[in-house]
């Protein structure tokens, strides 16, 4: 298993980690055009396959996941929380104070994780998210303050 800082030629394992995490996933294009952006870095972990995906953006002092997901048969092994402590890791040495996420209210394993960091509820966006003909979903905002806590 590895964890590496993405560069846009890992934009293909990216986009294969990311389409065995998600419906409705991000392709190579995505995460090359995405890595180029002024502010973003990304993770991509590496298995046999790759296993795991994460890109945050960080402008004046704030940071955002923009995504982050592990392919089901790479769960439950810490690489969830490997890739969000990377992220906090690079976001607090560029001078990040704070780190917000969106994440869908009933994604319990999600939210476990993001608490278990130390993230807090900072707001609700409701029907953000649109399920199809399972209707829409709403978001929870959440915040972790990157200049205390031990991660
Ligand atoms: C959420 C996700 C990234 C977690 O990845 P993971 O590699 O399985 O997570 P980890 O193994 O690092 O788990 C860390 C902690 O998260 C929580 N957690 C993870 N999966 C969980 C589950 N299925 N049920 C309950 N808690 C869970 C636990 O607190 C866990 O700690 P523990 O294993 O010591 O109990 C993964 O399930 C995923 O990709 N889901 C689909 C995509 C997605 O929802 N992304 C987030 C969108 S905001």
Not at 64 to 83: C, D, F, S, Y
Not at 142 to 151: I, N, V
Request: charged share 25%.
């Amino acid at each position: 298993m590895r964890l590496d800082l993405a560069t846009p030629e890992d934009a293909p394992a990216m986009a294969s980690a990311h389409a065995q995490a998600f419906d409705t996933p991000w392709d190579e294009m995505d995460f090359e055009d995405l890595l180029d952006g002024p502010g973003i870095f990304g993770f991509v972990v590496r298995a046999e396959d790759p296993a795991g995906v994460l890109v945050c953006r960080t402008a004046a002092g704030e940071a955002e996941i923009l995504t982050v997901g592990v392919a089901p048969w790479a769960r439950r092994q810490g690489i969830g929380k490997a890739l969000m402590v990377a992220a906090i890791g690079v976001a607090r040495g560029v001078g990040a104070t704070e780190m917000f996420l969106e994440v869908d209210v009933e994604n319990a394993s999600a939210v476990s994780l993001y608490e278990r960091l130390g993230f807090e509820r900072a707001g609700l966006r409701k029907a953000y998210y649109d399920r199809g003909s399972n209707g829409r979903a709403d978001a929870l905002v959440m915040r972790l303050d990157l200049t205390t806590g031990p991660d």
